[in-house]
């Protein structure tokens, strides 16, 4: 009994700092903000803080891990077969992701956000991806690639415009113009 009460004690105190974290990243850089102010606005003592993170860039790493894990979970339901065909319905459960965490997506993916995050989240849809532009030999390996950085960056370019548009589209509608928009590069190519 008192393992899962110190477990929730611990993911409410991860919350707490997670949200206070990311209020404070809506308003300042993550470089101006300190151990001291992030305690004080979670109500957490520094300890408490030390005892799960490094640093404020460790706590920003650990979300950013969350993110990922989150939106490959949310791919992992679907057969390579079927990223081949890139159903929407796998899309929309993204945006529908992205639109239930969009405070933190927005900044996240924002112009000011981490690039290297952006960098890790174009290279998880790569990965998942580009042995099937490449597999048929219709399309050369560094072909796709053009294609993809092209695509995946469009993409990144899309979801923000949806954030700082207060997701006034639905998570299927952009799903369904993102597919449509990505599924015809290839025949733009020759193939």
Sequence with gaps: MRGKKGDRRVRYTKMVLKDSFIGLLEKKDISQITIKELCED???????????YADTYDLMKKIQDELLENVEEHLKGYTQQDISVIPVDMVERIFIYIKENARICKLLLSERGDLNFQKRVLTLAYEKNISELTKSGAIQKDDAEYIYA???????????????????????????????????LPDLMGS
């Design 150 to 184: 092209f695509t995946l960056t469009g993409c990144v370019g899309a979801i923000q415009k949806w954030l700082n548009d207060d997701l006034k589209k639905s998570p299927r509608f952009m799903a369904e113009m993102i597919v449509t928009l990505t599924t015809g």
């Design 42 to 52: 979670a109500d957490v003592n520094r300890a408490t803080f030390y005892a799960h």
